[in-house]
């Protein structure tokens, strides 16, 4: 199997500038949320002229690199799906983007919609919890790093062994999926077989990319990609 994911960080929005827990999407809604059925976002916010002009850039450089024909895939989040329609869907580069819920943030339980600082003022013990333990979730139904680990590695594994394909068949792929710093952490201690434990150690800005290629034994991170 000849196969590449191409991992891309969201750009930056108002929220994450602040440094606010993101709200959840429900992913039992099949809806796409922030697009309407045009294509339009229903969430102008989403994308402020920063975040385009930055997107314009990351389109210029990784475009031509990733080709025509790819499979292109987005976490549930507005700002994802967002980042992806104004990465890929220009005339030039019009591709499909499938939801895709198993590369979705991480859910902040209690802390969705507050301000780190505001976290870090009342509950410091488990702020400082959240940092260093990949197993500590968040109070009221979050998920931990584990958690999400553990999602993202059955996800990239489906992707090396499909159910519909044969044992002997091989296929061609390339993939783009447009999602979290959180998930790229995830997928490259995955693919290193890296304990989660340095998960704090893998910095991740706006739409950094990780490229992922399926080898005989299990993902490779290949570096200094175009």
């Given at each position: 199997?000849?196969?590449?994911?191409?991992?891309?960080?969201?750009?930056?929005?108002?929220?994450?500038?602040?440094?606010?827990?993101?709200?959840?999407?429900?992913t039992?809604?099949?809806?796409?949320?922030g697009v309407a059925e045009d294509g339009a976002s229903e969430a102008p916010e989403a994308?402020?002229?920063?975040?385009?002009?930055?997107?314009?850039?990351?389109?210029?450089?990784?475009?031509?690199?990733?080709?025509?024909?790819?499979?292109?895939?987005?976490?549930?989040a507005p700002i994802a799906r967002a980042t992806a329609r104004a990465a890929v869907c220009a005339p030039a580069a019009a591709m499909e983007i499938e939801r895709c819920d198993a590369i979705a943030e991480a859910h902040f339980g209690a802390w969705q919609g507050q301000r780190l600082?505001?976290?870090?003022?009342?509950?410091?013990?488990?702020?400082?919890?959240?940092?260093?333990?990949?197993?500590?979730?968040?109070?009221?139904?979050?998920?931990s790093f584990d958690d999400l680990?553990?999602?993202?590695?059955?996800?990239?594994?489906?992707?090396?062994?499909?159910?519909d394909v044969g044992t002997h068949a091989r296929t061609e792929a390339r993939i783009?999926?447009?999602?979290?710093?959180?998930?790229?952490?995830?997928?490259?201690?995955h693919a290193l077989g890296a304990p989660s434990a340095g998960f704090r150690a893998i910095e991740i800005a706006p739409l950094d990319v990780a490229v992922l290629r399926a080898g005989r034994e299990g993902w490779v991170w290949v570096a200094g990609v175009a």
């Open positions: 199997m000849s196969m590449k994911v191409w991992l891309v960080s969201h750009a930056a929005n108002a929220a994450l500038r602040a440094g606010t827990f993101p709200v959840a999407v429900d039992n809604d099949a809806a796409d949320p994308l402020d002229a920063c975040a385009s002009e930055a997107i314009g850039a990351w389109r210029a450089r990784w475009l031509a690199s990733i080709g025509d024909g790819a499979r292109v895939v987005a976490s549930p600082v505001d976290i870090a003022r009342e509950t410091p013990a488990a702020l400082a919890a959240w940092t260093r333990d990949p197993a500590f979730a968040p109070p009221g139904g979050g998920e680990r553990r999602r993202v590695a059955a996800w990239l594994d489906g992707l090396r062994h499909p159910a783009v999926a447009f999602t979290h710093a959180s998930v790229i952490r995830a997928a490259l201690l």
